[in-house]
T-cell receptor
Framework: DSGVTQTPKHLITATGQRVTLRCSPR?????VYWYQQSLDQGLQFLIQYYNGEERAKGNILERFSAQQFPDLHSELNLSSLELGDSALYFCASSPRTPGQGRNEQFFGPGTRLTVL | SQQGEEDPQALSIQEGENATMNCSYKTSINNLQWYRQNSGRGLVHLILIRSNEREKHSGRLRVTLDTSKKSSSLLITASRAADTASYFC??????????FGEGTQLTVNP
């Protein structure tokens, strides 16, 4: 158990809908990362937050957004869902300050999103 | 596109044999990390090697890093059926961002 929790574990929804994925980082970790893993794209970095502020963006679509709250939990919002958004979405946390190096990340169990 | 590329894509061995996976990357890095993923589960950090290190050991794991060739290898000795998983290398560049490779699927047959 990494100490990172994600809810829900599974989510089945229809095209055009909007969903929210939730992540609680390990106690004390200020950095949160979101990743998307699909068969054709592999593991893609989406976005990073540190202590409530956005720090880096990766291959995140404009239909997707995220935020980190004062209690450090984070939410990833996916809207206008398409079939191709079906994937595993992982959250990871790290105790490191961005730029500090040695950024070992601890991954949650993931949310499996299926868009029908 | 992925920074790291693992080789081979898939590897099947017998219990007790050694497994070697390779990773190549394209840009300068601060460190390189290896992660393991059991089917459909979250990734688990295995080992980190800094750019000024050449070799590192952790239990049955041995990692090498050749920054001149921009490559790394992960050796798992005396493999067990429980080692069956996907293994990913991840490179950390400035800003602490990790870029993952496509992974090697290791199958250890009992």
């Amino acid at each position: 158990d990494s100490g990172v929790t994600q809810t829900p574990k599974h989510l089945i929804t229809a095209t055009g809908q909007r969903v929210t994925l939730r992540c609680s980082p390990r106690s004390g970790d200020l950095s949160v990362y979101w990743y998307q893993q699909s068969l054709d794209q592999g593991l893609q970095f989406l976005i990073q937050y540190y202590n409530g502020e956005e720090r880096a963006k990766g291959n995140i679509l404009e239909r997707f957004s995220a935020q980190q709250f004062p209690d450090l939990h984070s939410e990833l919002n996916l809207s206008s869902l398409e079939l191709g958004d079906s994937a595993l979405y992982f959250c990871a946390s790290s105790p490191r300050t961005p730029g500090q190096g040695r950024n070992e990340q601890f991954f949650g169990p993931g949310t499996r999103l299926t868009v029908l | 596109s992925q920074q790291g590329e693992e080789d081979p894509q898939a590897l099947s061995i017998q219990e007790g044999e050694n497994a070697t996976m390779n990773c190549s990357y394209k840009t300068s890095i601060n460190n390189l990390q290896w992660y393991r993923q059991n089917s459909g589960r979250g990734l688990v950090h295995l080992i980190l090697i800094r750019s000024n290190e050449r070799e590192k050991h952790s239990g049955r794991l041995r990692v090498t890093l050749d920054t001149s060739k921009k490559s790394s290898s992960l050796l798992i000795t005396a493999s067990r059926a429980a080692d069956t998983a996907s293994y990913f290398c991840a490179t950390e560049t400035s800003g602490s961002r990790l870029t993952f490779g496509e992974g090697t699927q290791l199958t250890v047959n009992p």
